[in-house]
């Protein structure tokens, strides 16, 4: 389940399944 958002909130990407080092790791 993935949000489409401009800016993605946590380290994970809804575009890609890979977690993204630059975004904050989520809760």
């Known amino acids: 389940r993935s949000r489409r958002s401009p800016q993605p909130q946590y380290g994970f ?3 890609k ?5 630059h975004l904050p ?3």
Do not use: G
């Open 13 to 15: 990407d809804d575009a």
């Open 25 to 27: 790791p989520p809760p």
């Open 17 to 21: 399944p890979t977690y993204n080092p």
